[in-house]
């Protein structure tokens, strides 16, 4: 082409795998979709109502960059319900237009061309993407797995610091292996970034799909507020509000400070109509989320009971999100094993090199679609790996 190239930085930027799949799914009829993380189960009514009501009310207007004072409030209040750590809203809390935009002002505000990130991995690849779009280098360490379940290797960890370590990025329940960080876990993960002088990152995402109770511990049990702590939440999975593009951040005072700040120069803030029916969302999404997190737990036994006993599938137990992560013998190339599974049983899937290192010879299954997508899923899937 003609005239100045882009910018030279944008080649560290790697194309993301899951969506270069499903692109390829998108043109082809009689498709089961698993390749996304997104259930069947459409936004409940009463969030819909919430929003039609914002706007008669006349919530069409500019909010503050940190987003609504009720909406911070809510979100602070939440927190004293579901794990008893008092927030202040005023300073302690960032509204943003998704979980995403929250990792990427998040991660904005604490790294700098040439810094580097320490990502527990496989992790959704956002996190790493984000960290190389500004100029940094992200250093995936992979999780390891000792017996039923995934645990940090903090030699690893240790071993993968320099000095222009800034930041470690987890996430629990994760994406996609279902781990979820144990208390102790997370208190070392704590003690790491304390002795290392390092902000971690949190992303607690799927914190209300949890297997274990009503939801998984968060790190902002542990931490005081004036730790180098950053907590990236979202609407979209707990809420089924996917489309809508809401999150938060939690953080130490500065970094929100800062965050707001940086808000104005990328999105302003979030919709303020979807704001207010944020705030409905989390006074009565408690019993809806119960309910839903059952349906998925079943989906996810019906799944792993399929694959489980495949000779050449080796799976963990998620504990929590709506993913399974199988590994498969003989894959070399997760990918290509996708490809070829979508083109000849129509059966989409996330390939696991999409999710940093650790993830090659794997692929992640979304097992929030419903049964009538997830048994012929499975039934196809079975008979594919049984023949690749």
Not at 1 to 30: H, K, W
Not at 56 to 84: C, M, V, W
Not at 212 to 241: H, N, W
Not at 350 to 355: E, I, L, Q, T, V
Request: hydrophobic share 45%.
């Amino acid at each position: 082409m003609n005239g100045p190239a882009l910018a030279p930085s944008l080649a560290g930027v790697q194309p993301s795998l899951i969506r270069e799949l499903a692109n390829v799914a998108f043109d082809m009829e009689g498709v089961l979709r698993l390749q996304f993380g997104e259930s069947n189960l459409p936004t409940p009514d009463y969030i819909v109502a919430a929003l039609k009501r914002a706007i008669a009310d006349g919530y069409t207007f500019y909010t503050e960059n940190a987003g609504l004072p009720s909406l911070r409030a809510a979100i602070a209040a939440k927190y004293a319900q579901l794990h008893r750590v008092e927030l202040d809203p005023a300073c302690e809390v960032l509204v943003s237009a998704s979980g995403v935009q929250a990792l990427n002002v998040s991660i904005r505000c604490v790294i700098d061309p040439g810094d580097e990130a320490l990502v527990l991995s496989p992790n959704w690849p956002n996190g790493s993407a984000i960290v190389e779009m500004f100029g940094a280098r992200a250093r995936e360490i992979p999780l390891v797995r000792q017996g039923s379940r995934y645990t940090v290797d903090f030699d690893a960890l240790r071993a993968s610091l320099t000095p222009r370590t800034r930041l470690l990025i987890y996430t629990s329940p994760s994406n996609p292996l279902g781990w979820v960080a144990t208390v102790a876990e997370q208190q070392a993960l704590l003690d790491f970034c304390r002795e290392h002088n390092l902000w971690l990152l949190a992303d607690e995402v799927y914190e209300r799909l949890y297997y274990g109770g009503a939801v998984a511990p968060s790190i902002l049990r542990l931490c005081s507020r004036e730790d180098a702590v950053i907590v990236v939440q979202s609407f979209s999975k707990s809420y089924r509000m996917t489309g809508w593009r809401l999150g938060w951040v939690v953080s130490r005072a500065d970094l929100i400070a800062k965050a707001a700040q940086l808000n104005e120069f990328i999105v302003s803030h979030a919709p303020s109509m979807i704001q207010k029916a944020g705030e409905t969302a989390l006074a009565q999404g408690d019993d809806e989320i119960g309910g839903m997190v059952e349906i998925f737990h079943e989906r996810m036994n019906f799944c792993y009971t399929a694959l489980v006993s495949v000779p050449r599938i080796s799976l963990s137990k998620p504990e929590g999100a709506f993913y399974l992560f199988p590994q498969i013998d003989g894959v070399e190339d997760s990918f290509a094993f996708a490809l070829a599974l979508l083109q000849e049983e129509k059966v989409a899937v996330a390939p696991g090199n999409a999710f940093g290192n650790g993830g090659e010879g794997a692929i992640r299954i979304c097992y929030a679609p419903g049964m009538e997508v997830l048994q012929p899923a499975m039934e196809r899937f079975v008979r594919f790996v049984e023949r690749y």
